[in-house]
């Protein structure tokens, strides 16, 4: 059943605020690799699509709900570091966090109107399914790019598997057919191009 307007207004905002310090407590407490999805792109945005995709169907409401779910989530990560480890609150107003919020708009619009699209039928569900994959491609690629980069943690490769298995593992779980599945991975490797392209763009965040 397709939720109604508060109650999606009231899961965006309070799955924002868990989304931001949830995210913190995971970087805090998860050792590396894995501690790396709490700071990873990929996982904003695929907490946008499983927002969409719980919304079921529309435009405006999943678009608007899983934007509002990742603005919300910016203040409250930085929030549950000024809480729990001291940080200064200043950096809710620097260049990063405003980045973070215009991508938070964005990344919502596009992945909360995709996790609809992977209801549905024909090649809206097959460019919705491939999203979240095209995210963790993306993901693994900027990991392959920076794997000899003194500045980052050694190590790439597991967060290139890790990356890649939970692409795939999100197709499979989405997918109602090894056709759709298949066609899914397909689509997402584009997808991820652009992506790629599109973060080169702004600065390589």
Known sequence: MQPDQRTTGLAAVAGGILLGVLDFLWIKSVPYPFAELGNSTATWAVAAFAFGYWVRSGRV????????????????????????????LAVLWQQSSLFWILFGVLAGVV??????????????????????????????ARFVRHAND????????????IDVALAVLI???IGRTFR???????????????IFLGFALVGGY
Request: glycine share 10%; hydrophobic share 60%.
């Open 150 to 161: 003194p500045n980052y943690p050694p190590g790439a490769g597991w967060n290139v598997a």
């Open 171 to 173: 197709v499979a779980l």
């Open 111 to 140: 992945f909360g109107i995709g996790g609809t699209w992977a209801r549905r039928t024909g090649w809206r569900q097959i460019i919705g399914s491939a999203l979240p994959a095209a995210v963790f491609f993306e993901e693994a």
């Open 61 to 88: 409401r999943p678009a608007l709900g899983a934007a509002v779910l990742l603005v919300v989530a910016v203040p409250s990560y930085y929030l549950a570091a000024a809480l729990i480890q001291g940080d200064a």
């Open 180 to 194: 759709q599945r298949a066609l899914a991975l397909v689509a997402a490797l584009p997808l991820a191009a652009i």
